[in-house]
């Protein structure tokens, strides 16, 4: 597609349950970023992928948060047992080079209650 | 610990004026930098970048940055602002391929 696509655009879910969120990437980028903007705060590194090496989990907060890439391209983040310090914006980026900026998607807003 | 710092949380401008947002970064070695823009309900955007030569990078929508190694610093001005520059802005630098780090942001607010 021409940008970064992420589904759903918001989600509201109960604390203790478990959310996916998606992204769909500019087609013919191989590397793919999720980041995490929570009020106040900056963007926070989750994890990368490029290609098909495998990916940079470093940035992921606790073992209840997951990702993988399928066929490299579309992007799946699953964050288990929710908790309400993981409201927050997910955001999903892409790249085409590695000297390149990155094309955010509009990114999707978790609010656990 | 290595990190990049916007200095100004908010900064609240009348339109005309100009305008020097703050960041630096504590990383040594080569860095790429960026600066990206979200305006409101809108998703981030990148504004401008630096990878090498030089130092003074022109952007989109009339903003400059101005990378100065001495200091680790790449700072965003812009000579005369406009309502529509409302928006958050953050700084972002890229030390390996797969890690881009972000400031805090900081959101300006454009006088009518």
């Known amino acids: 597609g021409a940008g970064v696509s992420q589904s759903p655009s918001n989600k509201v879910t109960e604390k203790g349950k478990d959310v996916e969120l998606r992204c769909d990437p500019i087609?013919?980028?191989?590397?793919l970023y999720w980041y995490r903007q929570s009020l106040g705060q900056g963007l926070e590194f989750l994890i990368y992928f490029q290609g098909n090496s495998a990916p940079d989990k470093s940035g992921l907060p606790s073992d209840r948060f997951s990702a993988e890439r399928t066929g490299g391209s579309v992007s799946t983040l699953t964050i288990q047992r929710t908790q309400q310090e993981d409201s927050a914006v997910y955001l999903c980026a892409s790249s085409y080079d590695r000297l390149g900026g990155y094309t955010f998607g509009s990114g999707t807003r978790l609010t656990v209650v | 610990a290595q990190s990049v710092s916007q200095h100004n949380h908010h900064v609240i401008l009348s339109e005309a004026a100009s305008l020097e947002l703050g960041c630096n970064y504590s990383?040594?070695?080569?860095?790429?930098l960026f600066w990206y823009v979200q305006y409101p309900g809108q998703h981030l955007q990148l504004l401008l970048k630096?990878?090498?030569?030089?130092?003074l990078v022109k952007g989109i929508k009339g903003f400059e940055a101005e990378f100065i190694k001495s200091k680790f610093s790449f700072n965003l001005r812009k000579p005369s602002v406009q309502w529509s520059d409302t928006a958050e802005y953050f700084c972002?630098?890229?030390?390996?391929?797969?890690?881009?780090?972000f400031g805090a942001g900081t959101r300006l607010t454009v006088k009518p």
């Open positions: 630096y990878f090498s030569g030089d130092p």
């Open positions: 087609s013919g980028h191989t590397a």
């Open positions: 972002a630098v890229k030390i390996t391929n797969n890690d881009m780090r």
């Open positions: 990383y040594g070695g080569t860095v790429n």
